[in-house]
């Protein structure tokens, strides 16, 4: 494309938008939902709606109408949804933002104006709230760590139902103007007919959201307020322990704590929010779920903590994960030992602070900082009686700056994100975290005829100082490898104290039409490691991904749309070693009864894998393919079930089975019950068990690689029963009972690198035998004699909780929290089933109990 028809395309105007006024209150307005007040009578009312869905641009088969007012303090918001059977209005309750099963209406204001974001609230049929925030230009980019404080009340009568919302100002983020003009649109969901009505529907066949928004007009002499709001905070909570012994010092089966803080939100100037928190409790209420991690990769959990979840889009940007909040008092690691061995949970935070905002000009701006103080490690000695501490984390300071720049019609943007970690060491944690980690770069999404076409990339880097004992640490671990024997490209220096890195990205799209595509290309350095602050898996890549996708969006005879694509994604090592390549075709087909059907199959040809042998040289890894077939019924429906069939066959007897699915009942309009089983059998060829560094032959560099084929089978199944009193006050019940074993079987060696052979022990002059606790002896030769502590695994696990939620006043919550981990093993392998989940609710474990009341207070 030429630089001209770039910046025509640019500058190109939208068509001449819709708009609604509002009106401003001359009296008062009692929220109960009828509209039954004389203001309504006076309101100017919109009802131009067409469907986007099933029949894109036809008439509602139900009208509605929508009416703005405002005063000096909030926005009203009036709907009249018309129902020509009432009595089949469906409007379960759920706890707030749960709306998805109700018939709902919502309407969205992007109050900057700046065709790019906007803020949405909706409301059931029931009166439950929901509410949410576009961090682009995207429908379906929503983050749902927006909570304002806001109400609304429904109201179901003989002509359909009717809606009325209170929004705060004070709850909104809009430009300091005499005049104000704001996008808008407005929804309304139909889950009996999945009937989809809109103000104005972005087209089946584009992507966007704010960019089409009509506009809200006639708001006239409002200012932003100073937004000055305090929650303190009180907590209680105690943990009880099994098999606590009677000499442990510290645990009294009880455990007792209690704690208070507060959480501050106030207005810098019309547009900036800083937001702080003393004594900050960042419990989460759901526990993570339980896996078994046979890679030597970390695992990622999403972040559930309200102080970060909000306005985590900001901070996260558009390029790689520079920031990972969990980071942030993380469980450190306990190297102390004692008799009795008092490890802290996490590290405590000490204060945290962010600062949010959009200046006039465009320019969206975030920062956070958080302060963690030093933990200890509390042991006990028996045979002296002494108590005695041991340092395991540091005292550190986090910081994450951002800023994003706007810029032409079609609002493209421009962005750089810093984060920054810096640790007060002595010589014990020395070797164990890096003392200063800095990471960041810039990115961009460059749009062209409102997100049609899309130019998205980034570019950054990450850098590391400290001592030479962890920077040797951070070389040799699973995200770099750097010690591996056979990479001629890597410089490993155990004396280094500084470690930097690079990351690159650029991917062209097409999003508009039937016919679109994907091209990208990225890397990730040998070096680049963000995880000080964010997150990575494993370096060392070049990637290119191209994609191609067919869609059909109109209805036909059998079906209501589909889409068909097809794609190839590959990796290469700097070294210059193809990692992996996947091709896939996938399609989906949403049925006439709006069933939706998907299938994909992929293949993956001969790779080599530079991870495989966890610090060795480089491995092969065998073809394999897959085949994954879903079926689920239609959105919303008031019973919902999912059903998804995966099977996977490979080189050296690799096969994969997977069957999961989910069943959603309601047996009323308060109560509603959900299952979601999940069973694998992973037949593995050639899994990791060990390394002796000691005894290999030359061909592996002295080297052995201990693998195994692995029989693997897990067995979970997601259990949620949740009965809404009100829309406001829900208790909620989640159990995960959870099982898995694995089997190891024809242990060997690695016999030469870039192969997957195995010297199998038992032949080649190897001998194996195993003794009755499943330890094995492995002997080679006269001199050589191997010991492989029994791999085999059967656990147990069940978790769960309890969770009484109750918003008694606007923005005030009570919680009230009873959760269990209980963990189990059993001495014989095999196959896990239902038994097995049956013996994970007897398990021996822990309970949790806690109380938590919270109070908002707008201070004006």
Known sequence: MCLAASVALQTSEAPPAKQIRATRLRTSISLDGRLDEAAWTQAVWISDFVQKRPREGAAPSDSMRIAIFYDDDAIYVGARMFSRDPSKIQAPLSRRDNTFQSERMWVSFDSYH???????????????????????????????GFDPVWEAKANIDALGWTVEMRIPFSQLRFTNQAVQVWGFNANRWNPVTSEDDYWIPVPTNRRGWSSFMGELVGIEGIKPTRRLEVMPYGAADSRVLSDV?????????VNFAGRVGADVKM?????????????????????????????????????????????NQLLRGNGPSYFYSR????????????????????????????????????????????????EWARTYDSASQTLSRTVVAPPAGYGVVRLQQEFGASKSVVGVTLTTVHRDLDSLLAPNYS??????????????????????????????????????RVQRSPVHYFQRPDARYLTYDSTRTTFTGSVADIWFRKTKGNLLFDLEYGWESPAYDPNDAGRLGNADGRTAFAGMIYRQTKPRAWFQNYVATLSAFTEYDFGGDRQVLQSQLYGEVTLKNFWDLSSYVDYQPRSFDHSQTRGGPTMATPAFANWVVR????????????????????????????????????PSTRFQFSVTPNYLRDIHPRQWVMTVDTGGSPATYGSRYVFSPIDQSTFLIDLRANYTIGPDLSVELWGEPFAASG???????????????????????????????????????????????????????FRSNAVLRWEWRPGSTLYIVWAQNKNGSQSVVRGVGFDDLARSFGARGDNFFAVKVSYWIPVN
Not at 117 to 142: C, L, Q
Not at 268 to 277: A, F, Q, S, V
Not at 748 to 771: H, V
Request: hydrophobic fraction near 35%; glycine fraction near 12%.
């Open 245 to 253: 012994h009677p000499d442990d010092p510290f645990n009294d089966r």
């Open 327 to 374: 980071r942030i008092g993380a469980r450190p690691g306990c190297n102390a030992s004692g008799d009795f061995v008092d490890c802290p949970h996490n590290a405590t935070i000490l204060g945290a602070a962010k600062v949010t905002g959009r200046l006039a000009t465009g320019m969206s701006l975030g920062a956070l900082t958080a302060v963690t103080s030093r």
């Open 631 to 666: 079926l689920s019924s239609k959105f919303g429906a008031r019973t919902g079930w999912v059903a998804r069939v995966y099977y996977g066959k490979g080189e050296l007897g690799a096969e994969t089975y997977r069957l999961s699915g989910e069943l959603s009942i309601r």
């Open 267 to 311: 207005g810098l100037g019309p547009n900036i929010t800083l937001d702080g928190t003393v004594n900050p409790d960042f419990g989460q209420v759901e526990a993570d779920p339980a896996f078994v991690n046979l890679s030597g990769f970390e695992q990622f959990f999403d972040e559930r903590r309200p102080f970060f979840t909000e306005g």
């Open 435 to 472: 003392r200063h980690a800095y990471a960041g770069g810039a990115d961009w999404v460059l749009r062209w005829d409102r997100g049609a076409y899309e130019l998205r990339g980034y570019t950054g880097f990450t850098h590391l100082r400290g001592d030479a004992r962890d920077i040797n």
């Open 743 to 797: 089997r190891y079987y024809g242990l060997g060696e690695l016999a030469a690198p870039r192969t997957f052979n195995l010297r199998q022990y038992g032949t080649s002059g190897t001998t194996i035998t195993r003794d009755s606790v499943g330890d094995y002896t492995v002997t080679d030769g006269p001199t050589h004699t191997v010991a492989i502590p029994n791999p085999d695994f059967n656990v147990l696990s």
């Open 114 to 144: 700046d065709k790019r974001t906007a803020y949405s609230f909706g409301v059931s049929a029931s009166g439950v709230r929901a509410d949410w925030y576009h961090a682009s230009d995207d429908e379906n980019d929503i983050n749902w």
